[in-house]
């Protein structure tokens, strides 16, 4: 058993870098992409054609769309943590600024992030998988 005396905690805790809508945003997509290890990955342009689901559904199927064509989208493999892990990846702070521009409406933050990461053919397709996802959370 370890003892922690209070001399030992620090004074103050630094402020979160990303807001709680965001960390739940990532989490979630953590949780989608866990589960989507055991599918088969798909096609980016496949994945986006199979998607006539409900209302109801339709913020899972989006998330299970975008996680398991990721890392074609990307052109290689995207580091994802599991949920509530509080590391934070390269692809996981572009993932969470990606969903922030695309609920905020931001043309230029998406026009870059898109283009930094994203090959121009699965550029739309991914816009269009993270502008339906991110409807679901309050990212401020």
């Known amino acids: 058993m370890v003892a922690i005396r ?4 620090p004074d103050t805790v630094a402020a979160p870098e990303h807001s709680l809508g965001a960390i ?3 989490n979630y997509l953590r949780f989608i992409s866990m589960s989507c ?8 342009f496949e994945a986006c054609a199979l998607l006539h689901v409900a209302r109801s559904t339709e913020r899972d199927a989006h ?6 064509c990721l890392n074609e989208a990307l052109g290689k493999p995207a580091k994802l943590f599991g949920p509530a892990t509080t590391e ?6 572009w993932l969470m600024q990606f969903a922030l521009a695309s609920k ?12 930094s990461r994203v090959s121009p053919e699965n550029r739309r397709l991914v816009r269009f998988l993270m502008a339906r996802i991110s409807e679901y959370f309050s990212l401020v």
Not at 37 to 44: A, D, F
């Open 24 to 26: 739940a945003l990532l």
């Open 6 to 9: 209070l001399i030992d905690l």
């Open 104 to 115: 905020a409406q931001d043309e230029a933050s998406l026009q870059f992030l898109l283009n």
């Open 37 to 44: 290890r055991s599918k088969p990955q798909t096609n980016l």
């Open 63 to 68: 998330a299970d769309a975008l996680m398991r």
């Open 88 to 93: 934070v990846s390269f692809d996981e702070k």
